[in-house]
């Protein structure tokens, strides 16, 4: 990733989350991923998928909680009150996540008990045409 992606992406998340905090750079300890940060805390990496021609990135969020507290979690982690879980037509095991309309990405739950999730959010090259 070169520093336009990394723009690019840090202001794509920005937006996605209406969050002007989070920061995106380079990941010191593996330099083809992003590491995504909100204050101090690192909460995910970015991945990219040059695979079939197509330049794309995952952004990857583990989410420390139980399914009852989750979309709370998210609305304090990220100061937005339209973060919303939206439950996915027949499957038990993720949600959605969205920002008031619009669909941010899937939760997984990473155990059977669902103690902690997921959060699997993919960027194509075009979404970051805007920025």
Known sequence: MDKTELRKLQA?????FSNGEIR????PKNTDN????????RIGSISVDDEDGDRSFAFEMRIPVERH????YLRTRFENDELKIIARAKKTDSVELNNGPDFLGVISADDPKGK????QMAILDFDLEDF
């Not at 995106?24 to 990941?27: C, F, G, Q, W």
């Open 12 to 16: 794509f998340l920005r937006q996605s």
């Open 24 to 27: 995106v750079a380079l990941d």
């Open 34 to 41: 992003a590491a995504v940060q909100l204050g101090e805390a």
């Open 69 to 72: 507290v989750l979309q709370e």
């Open 116 to 119: 902690t999730f997921t959060l």
